[in-house]
């Protein structure tokens, strides 16, 4: 039996349940087997270090090993395991509708079906470059998975912070871009054209309206788009820079 002693730092601590153990095998697996062994997706993973030296996923430990695990910690330079898709695009698992829907009020380009499967979320996120957004730690683990998240929190609003704070996307927010409903890149559009579609209060009060080209919703800066704004700024306000 050989045997190495795995160290687990931050929320990866939360996601296996503890914060060091020694694990054996007649034959080590590589880190990223030890890592999904305790039930942590090479995805939130960082940084590996293993008897203090910096190692890839594909590394085999040795007997008595000392391996250290780091999830993403931007403020420190170390050599990242993890590098983001050139923009920020999401791909969200089918219990995740809400968030799906809020990221979209936000202006970020996300797909989301009910009906998806788990190799059509890893197709869409690997061919698309998008970001697998799912509460299953076993779909991350698939080697094909290379950009995912596994959100922690069960309440929307909570997953959307994770979300944006995990990947610091707060100066990247555009509301009222996005249509709510099929993800399509809204446009402005002239009052006078859609006047004859807006329930009379929406007329009355306001000026700026947008569409979207694939299913023809319209959007203003009803309410609803006060609400989120100010829970936006109220975000943005905890956050520590
Ligand atoms: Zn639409």
Known sequence: M?????????YLALIAGMRET???????????HLAEHMGIPHTEIDLILVNG?????????????????YP???????PHLQHDPPFPAFVVDVNLGRLAKFLRMLGFDTLYDNGYQDKELIDISRKEKRILLTRDKLLLCHSMVTWGHWVRSTAPYEQVREVLDHYH???????????????????SIEKGVVKDQLPPRVRQRHKKFFTCDKCH??????????????????LQKDTIP
């Open 72 to 78: 993403r910690w931007h403020h420190i330079p170390i």
């Open 169 to 187: 996307l707060y100066d990247q927010i555009h509301p009222l871009s996005r249509c709510l409903v099929c993800n399509t890149p809204l446009h």
């Open 22 to 32: 020694s694990l054996s095998f007649p034959l080590l697996p590589s880190v990223k």
């Open 53 to 69: 030296n910096p190692v890839t996923f594909e590394a085999l430990p040795q007997d008595n090993d000392r391996i250290a695990l």
């Open 2 to 10: 050989a045997t190495v002693t795995l160290r687990l730092y931050d």
């Open 217 to 234: 919703r319209l959007y203003w800066e009803g309410s609803h788009h006060t609400h989120m704004m100010a829970w936006i700024q109220n």
